[in-house]
C-alpha cells in the first residue's frame, strides 16, 4: 500500500516535470499514458499546466513600433498568396505565363481577364478552404501525418511532407458512404509531394470513411494497393 | 483561417511569441526568427492547434521551437518539449490563464524560494531536463522532481489568490 502511495507521489512528480517540459520523449510518454488511465493525475496536469502556460504568458514583449513593423512585414511577404501553396504558386506561374504569351500573341483583353479571374477564383478557394480547416467547429480525424477536416458539407483531406508517390503512380482517395460495403473511388492527386490541402469534391454527411491507395495514372475503380490509411469518420 | 483573421492573431500575440522566443535564447535576431516560425506554423498548419487558450499555445509553440535552436536542433527535439496538444478533455480554460497578468506572474516567480524557482526556469526557459537540472544544481534527481512539482504547486495558490476578482 506504502509502495503504492510511493510510486504515485513520483508519477505526481513527473507529471509536474511534464507540464513543464522538462521530460525526455519517452519519459512524456510513459507520462501521457497515465495519464489517459489515471484521474488524479489528470486533475494534477490540469492544474499545473496553465501555471507553466501563465509563466509564458508572462514573457509577453515591449517591442517598439518599428522591430513590429518590420517583423510584421516579413511575415507577411512569406505568407502571400503567391507562396501559400506549392498548389498556389504553379498555379500562379502558370497563370502569368499564360498571360505572357497572350499578350505576346496579341490576344485580346478578353483572354487577360479571364486570367487573372481564375487566379483570383484559385485563390478565393484556398482561402475558403483555410477558413474551413481553421474553423472552431469543424471536427479533425487525426491520420498519421495530417487529419481529416469535416465542416458542415466539405471533407478536406490534409497531409503534411507528404512524399512524393512512386514513378508513374499517383496518391488516390476513396470514400465510404453510410451502409455501403465498399469503397468509392474519389479523386486523384496531382501532387508531387509536399504539404496538400484537398478537398473531397461532393462529400457530404453520408460518408463515414476516407481512405488513401497508391493507384495508376487516372485512379482505378477499386483500391488495387493496401491502403495507406483509412479514417472512419465517427 | 484568412489573412485579416491572421494578422489579428498575429498584433494580438507576436509579442507573446516574441517574448518567450526571447527569454529562451537571449538573442533579438534569434527571438524574431523564431517568431516568425511560429507564425508560419500556424498560417500553414492551423489545424495543430486543437483548441484552449490560442496565446497560451503559440507560447508553448515558441519555447519548444527556441529550446531546439538553443539545442542546435533543426527541426526535431527528442528532449524536453512542453506538450502543445490538450490531449485530455478534462484541461478546460482555466482563471489563472484567462486572467493572466505578466507582472504578477514574476512577482510569485520572485517570491518562491530558490530551490524552487531556479529548477523551474532552468526547465522551462532553460530547456533543461530534469535530469540536466539535477547535475548542473549537484542536487540529487528525487529532490529536484519535488521541489519542482512544490514550485509549481505553490505558484498555482499564489496566482490563484492574485487572479481572485
Known amino acids: 500500500m506504502s509502495d503504492a502511495l510511493d510510486s504515485h507521489e ?6 509536474a516535470l511534464y507540464a513543464l517540459g522538462s521530460l525526455g520523449r519517452a519519459e512524456a510518454a510513459t507520462v501521457q499514458g497515465h495519464l489517459a488511465e489515471c484521474a488524479r493525475c489528470r486533475a494534477e496536469y490540469a492544474m499545473l499546466r496553465p501555471t507553466v502556460d501563465a509563466l509564458a504568458l508572462a514573457e509577453e514583449a515591449e517591442l517598439d513600433a518599428r522591430t513590429s513593423a518590420r517583423m510584421k512585414r516579413r511575415l507577411k511577404e512569406a505568407i502571400s498568396p503567391r507562396t501559400v501553396t506549392r498548389r498556389a504558386t504553379i498555379a500562379s506561374i502558370v497563370a502569368v505565363a499564360a498571360v505572357l504569351v497572350a499578350m505576346w500573341l496579341g490576344a485580346t483583353t478578353v483572354m487577360l481577364r479571364g486570367q487573372l479571374a481564375a487566379m483570383r477564383a484559385n485563390e478565393a478557394k484556398l482561402t475558403s478552404e483555410l477558413a474551413d480547416i481553421a474553423a472552431p467547429d469543424a471536427r479533425r480525424y487525426a491520420i498519421a501525418g495530417g487529419a481529416i477536416v469535416r465542416r458542415g458539407a466539405h471533407l478536406y483531406v490534409v497531409l503534411n511532407e507528404l512524399g512524393p508517390p512512386p514513378p508513374g503512380r ?3 482517395l476513396w470514400t465510404l458512404a453510410r451502409g455501403a460495403k465498399a469503397m468509392t473511388p474519389s479523386i486523384t492527386l496531382t501532387t508531387t509531394g509536399g504539404s496538400v490541402v484537398v478537398g473531397i469534391p461532393g ?11 497508391i493507384e495508376p495514372p487516372g485512379g482505378s475503380a477499386q483500391p488495387t494497393t493496401k491502403p495507406l490509411f483509412v479514417r472512419k469518420l465517427e | 483561417m484568412d489573412e485579416k483573421t491572421f494578422e489579428a492573431v498575429y498584433d494580438r500575440y507576436h509579442r507573446v511569441v516574441y517574448g518567450v522566443a526571447l527569454r529562451v535564447l537571449g538573442d533579438r535576431s534569434a527571438a524574431e526568427d523564431v517568431t516568425q516560425a511560429v507564425f508560419l506554423r500556424l498560417w500553414h498548419t492551423p489545424e495543430a492547434f486543437r483548441g484552449g487558450n490560442l496565446g497560451a499555445w503559440l507560447a508553448r509553440v515558441a519555447r519548444n521551437r527556441a529550446v531546439d535552436v538553443l539545442r542546435g536542433k533543426a527541426r526535431y527535439s ?8 490538450l490531449a485530455f478533455a478534462d484541461y478546460v480554460e ?3 490563464v484567462a486572467r493572466i497578468d505578466g507582472e504578477r506572474v514574476r512577482e510569485a516567480l520572485r517570491a518562491l524560494p530558490e530551490e524552487q524557482s531556479i529548477p523551474i526556469t532552468m526547465g522551462f526557459f532553460g530547456g533543461a531536463t530534469q535530469q540536466e537540472i539535477a547535475r548542473r544544481l549537484e542536487i540529487p534527481l528525487g529532490t529536484i522532481k519535488s521541489r519542482i512539482r512544490m514550485g509549481l504547486r505553490r505558484l498555482r495558490a499564489e496566482l490563484e489568490a492574485t487572479a481572485a476578482p
Open chain 2, 94 to 96: 482555466d482563471e489563472v
Open chain 1, 203 to 213: 462529400a457530404g454527411p453520408e460518408v463515414t470513411a476516407v481512405a488513401m491507395s
Open chain 1, 10 to 15: 513520483e508519477m505526481l512528480d513527473l507529471v
Open chain 1, 170 to 172: 499517383v496518391y488516390q
Open chain 2, 78 to 85: 527528442t528532449t524536453a518539449e512542453v506538450s502543445e496538444d
